[in-house]
Nanobody, 120 residues
Framework: QAQLVESGGGLVQPGGSLRLSCVAS????????VGWYRQAPGNQRELVAG???????NYADSVKGRFTISRDNAKNTVYLQMNSLKPEDTHVYYC??????????????WGQGTQVTVSS
């Protein structure tokens, strides 16, 4: 059974750093595109950063230059390094893994989320 487990969230002061991890099991991880999303109460979930199976990355404008997404396929893990954190980065962060097969089937999985709070 596919499972994504996030960790690394917590409370940090403005300007600080955190590294989130997403560990996958039950899937052929290296073929999946993985993304980090975030959601504040009452708001829609938004894409923060994504990384394809080939390592191509993309970022939301609000985090460019501050956040870095990377993956270690040997460990079935994707990381989100978050630097220069701001109070507006306070959200629940979710990991998503997505794969579309050659015959058009979508495989889409979410983690349970990890809270990031940026506050002095």
């Amino acid at each position: 059974q596919a499972q994504l487990v996030e960790s690394g969230g917590g409370l940090v002061q403005p300007g600080g750093s955190l590294r989130l991890s997403c560990v996958a099991s039950g899937i052929t991880f290296n073929v999946y595109t993985v993304g980090w999303y975030r959601q504040a109460p009452g708001n829609q979930r938004e894409l923060v950063a994504g990384i394809t199976s080939s390592g191509t990355t993309n970022y939301a404008d609000s985090v460019k230059g501050r956040f870095t997404i990377s993956r270690d396929n040997a460990k079935n893990t994707v990381y989100l390094q978050m630097n220069s954190l701001k109070p507006e980065d306070t959200h629940v962060y979710y990991c998503n893994a997505n794969f579309r097969s050659a015959n058009g089937l979508d495989y889409n999985y979410w983690g349970q989320g990890t809270q990031v709070t940026v506050s002095s």
